[in-house]
């Protein structure tokens, strides 16, 4: 079983910085890769960022493309997502994700295990 802990959320004014953690349990690395999603209320499930198994590839959603970077370190089993120059409307709660099946990494459908989330809030 994977288990998958997100934690580095918070209030941030906007223009601010945040780094969220993915802390995993249960030979999660072992998978096809990580992702991040975010949800904001009233809103569907938003690709944000993905990793790759080796860390050799990451992908990148349109609307924060340029302001996020997503890494992983093995060795602690945890993913990290930095996120800058952030905006009001990256006000959301924050997954990561395991991405089991073959496809898109942009696609939720493709993950199986989910954190419990973690909230980002910005102010204007």
């Known amino acids: 079983q994977v288990q998958l802990v997100e934690s580095g959320g918070g209030l941030v004014q906007a223009g601010g910085s945040l780094r969220l953690s993915c802390a995993a349990s249960g030979r999660p690395f072992s998978y096809e890769g990580m992702g991040w999603f975010r949800q904001a209320p009233g809103k569907e499930r938003e690709f944000v960022a993905a990793?790759?198994?080796?860390?050799?590839?990451?992908y990148y959603g349109d609307s924060v493309k340029g302001r996020v970077t997503i890494s992983r370190d093995n060795a602690k089993t945890t993913v990290y997502l930095q996120m800058s120059s952030l905006k009001p409307e990256d006000t959301a709660v924050y997954f990561c994700a395991t991405k089991l099946y073959s496809g898109a990494f942009t696609r939720s459908a493709n993950y199986q295990y989910w954190g419990q989330g973690t909230q980002v809030t910005v102010s204007s």
């Open positions: 990793i790759s198994r080796s860390g050799g590839s990451t």
